[in-house]
């Protein structure tokens, strides 16, 4: 008769990656992005960014903030409501030429049941002693920014704390950078963000007395033996081009090229180590009051069932409205599956003022 039961499936979803303690896919929670308007762009916003998102997506655009303070609010969720995706951040100018940025991220799915107790020693199935876990994935970043003594160059970075969490079963600590730049030529941008430059590790540390299952006097140790994941750096490019399209109708195009070295991926362009992952944005505004943009990425070669190839790729779309300091935008994002056809719904709230005493 069993001691303990566990259900497999919930914990081993989040248990299964650590096993092989591979770089590639670790702290993927970071790869969503933040903000409707960037999510709406496919994510092609390392050169034109130019608010607080700036310390997620690059931190030299934090010197792109028109007023000292900016912040920002976001709320998403994944997979019918199951993982929730929050984000909040804030960032001020420190001087004329300096700017300091906080961002928050959490990542998460909640009320997992956890059987553990499930049945007594003596054999007995008592519901009454489910309880409730969570497993979820925080980072919070501070990020610094200035202007250089090159005219229209700003460099930036962003030193990371990341603490991922699976109920009373593991936990762990790491730590990171990113660095990035910007460069401005008449109509034309240029951004450059070096994440996890020096590598991020995460460092596990595991309740092997909840990952132990004894099972008709059989012993299961679900404890992986190595505690270390790691992050390799990744290169996201991007060039960005403001047009005037009439009146006062004006749009910007950005296209980003995301470049990895964890080895192969089933990307636009695949290679081992290096594949490269192009996506593009599109806005189009009204005297930056009202905004509708589009986007495309996530290009992906699937291997059907007749081992022949196909491309897919992800469309997403938004709209913003900016009034007084107030920005609202939404995005409609496809997050892979085109056949099932889950979309996800995101808000993101932005407000920008100036301090009293300026």
Known sequence: ????????????????????????????????????RSLGLANSTVANVNDVTSGYWNPAGLTSIENSIDASLMHAEYFAGIAKYDYAGVAMDLDTNSWLGATFIRFGVDDIPNTTDLIDKDGNIDYGR?????????????SYARKSPIPNLSYGASVKVIYRNIGQFANAWGFGLDAGLQYQKNNWRFGLLARDITSTFNAWS???????????????????????????????????????????????????????FDGQRRVLIEGDPVSIAPHMGIEIDYRKLVFVRFGVGNFQRIENFDRSKSLTL???????????????????????????????NIFSLRY??????R
């Open 1 to 36: 008769m069993a001691k303990r039961y566990l259900t497999f499936l919930l914990l081993l979803l989040f248990t299964m990656p650590l096993l092989g303690q591979t770089a590639k896919y670790s702290n993927e929670f970071l790869s969503i992005g933040v903000g409707a």
């Open 352 to 357: 920008t003022f100036n301090r009293k005493n």
């Open 314 to 344: 992800q469309p997403n779309f938004g709209i913003g409205i900016n009034i007084y300091g107030f920005s609202i935008d939404y995005a409609l994002t496809d997050i892979g599956d085109q056949s099932i056809a889950l979309y996800s």
């Open 206 to 260: 595991f309740n092997e007395d909840e990952l132990l299952v004894e099972v008709q006097d059989s012993v299961f140790n679900f404890a992986p033996e190595n505690a270390l994941e790691i992050t390799l750096p990744k290169l996201l490019l991007g060039v960005s081009r403001d047009f005037n399209i009439y009146n006062d109708f004006s749009a910007m195009v950005e296209v980003d090229a995301d470049f990895t």
């Open 130 to 142: 489910i309880s409730k876990f969570s497993a979820a994935d925080y980072a919070f970043m501070i």
